[in-house]
């Protein structure tokens, strides 16, 4: 085994890679370094969120990264081919109602929504973005109704109807209704011509003056999420009715976010808008929603095998350790549990690291609450790095679920006190060439 041999031959002694090492009349070369220099930084993110797993809505003011609004655009299609409302529909209510499956920060806090018919079309050829728009009329239907969202309650009694979910219903104009039901009946006939008389809606929430929430939808649950139209024929009163508009995965919809950073701390506002990189040493930032990344680079790792003669450095573990920031503890914010690590390439482009392709358990990534940090094991990175094998051009780092996540992470920069600082913990070799 490599760890069990000693080299004698090499010219130079290890020790300039790194403190910490056993000493130079140890029989076994098995070297540890935690010291290896560390630059980083945040910056603002961009992703794609079309028929993304999850639908956003709401609104909430974080004290660190500042105001967050969520919304979402999507198409309808009927729930059944051919409708006819009869001669003389009489339109009743018209209720968006969502599929509430998980919610981000203080759920007590009032939201208001607002819904705008979509003037333009969605296309499912298209590519959105988390700061793509559509245009839409100036009509809110939903005339900045009210709610808050209620995660836990499990049985819902709606009229006559039991729900054994977590809704929120969200009622809508009447000529919104009325548009509805006096559509042409070829409208009904199929879904691509019922998206070019009714193009769909974009339901987005107010800013909130303290915390607030973000509720995540499950917009394609047929079940639950439903735009549901209450009526009756003029003849038949005492007769309700009550037709469903639907969104697939067929259908278009994507996910839009607007951030005001310019309400977050000074420390994260000098950074990601001020372009003080240098305070990413003390502290980074990390937010779904399209917001903010971080940038992770080793910058001196061509240097260590200056001093190797006839020898070669290998890597035999290597993990990035980013540790949380004591903000987080107190906060009605979740800490998240995934995270994602990948290299940037010569274009800015990203790539999978090798130690990815091991799987889960070997690349981990996963938020650990009894050791309060997250890790990462980059070891054949690394040992890339080293050997000149890839451009050294640094990492990106983010949370999982960017495009339809609603969640935050705040790391100790490298830095930090010694034990609660970021850090790349190395073992490693030398060996005879």
């Known amino acids: 085994m490599i760890g069990m041999m000693a ?129 839409t009329g100036s009509i809110d239907h939903a005339n900045g109704c009210q709610f808050s969202p209620r995660p836990k309650t499990k049985v819902n009694i709606i009229g006559n109807d039991t729900i054994p979910q977590p809704v929120i219903r969200i009622p809508l104009s009447q000529e919104l209704g009325n548009q509805l039901v006096n559509l042409d009946t070829t409208a009904f006939s199929r879904p691509d011509l019922f998206k070019q008389y009714f193009k769909g809606l974009y339901v987005t929430c107010a800013p909130v003056s303290l915390d607030g929430a973000i509720s995540s939808i499950n917009l394609t649950n047929n079940t639950y999420t439903l735009l549901q139209l209450y009526y009756h024929n003029a003849a038949t009163p005492d007769k309700p009715m009550r037709y469903n508009f639907y969104v697939t ?10 951030h005001d950073y310019s309400q977050g701390s000074p420390e994260f506002v000098s950074q990601l808008l001020d372009g003080q990189e240098a305070l990413g040493q003390s502290d980074i930032y990390l937010q779904t929603m399209g917001g903010v990344r971080a940038k992770v680079l080793f910058p001196n790792l061509s240097h260590w095998t200056d001093t190797l003669e006839g020898c070669r450095l290998v890597v035999n573990e290597a993990k990035l350790i980013l540790p949380a920031n004591a903000a987080l503890t107190d906060s009605i914010f979740k800490t998240p549990k995934n995270f994602l690590l990948v290299g940037f390439g010569s274009d800015t482009t990203t790539y999978l690291l090798p130690d990815y392709l091991e799987g889960s358990a070997f690349f981990d990534g996963t938020y650990s609450s009894s050791k309060q940090a997250v890790s990462f094991r980059i070891t ?48 490693y070799s030398i060996v005879n060439e």
């Open 380 to 427: 054949e990175y690394l040992q890339q790095m080293i050997d000149g094998k890839k451009d050294n051009l640094g990492l990106s780092l983010g949370i999982n679920g960017a495009a339809y996540n609603a969640t935050r992470y705040i790391i100790n920069g490298p830095e930090a006190p010694v034990d609660e600082k970021m850090r790349l913990e190395v073992t």
């Open 249 to 258: 995965s067929s259908d278009t919809y994507f996910n839009h976010f607007d």
């Open 7 to 135: 080299f004698a031959s090499c010219k130079k002694s290890p020790e300039t890679i790194g403190n910490n090492l056993i000493s130079d009349d140890s029989y076994i070369s098995i070297y540890h370094t935690d010291t290896t220099e560390i630059v980083c930084h945040s910056y603002l993110d961009s992703v794609a969120t079309d028929n993304s797993s999850n639908a956003l809505l709401g609104a909430m003011k974080d004290p660190v990264f500042g105001n967050t609004e969520a919304g979402f655009y999507t198409q309808f299609r009927p729930s059944v081919a051919g409708q006819s409302f009869g001669s003389n529909p009489v339109v009743d209510s018209l209720v968006l109602q969502l599929c509430l499956v998980d919610y981000y920060g203080d759920t007590t806090v009032m939201q208001t929504v607002h819904a705008y018919e979509l003037t333009d079309s969605l296309s499912f050829e298209n590519n959105y973005y988390s700061h793509s728009t559509v245009a």
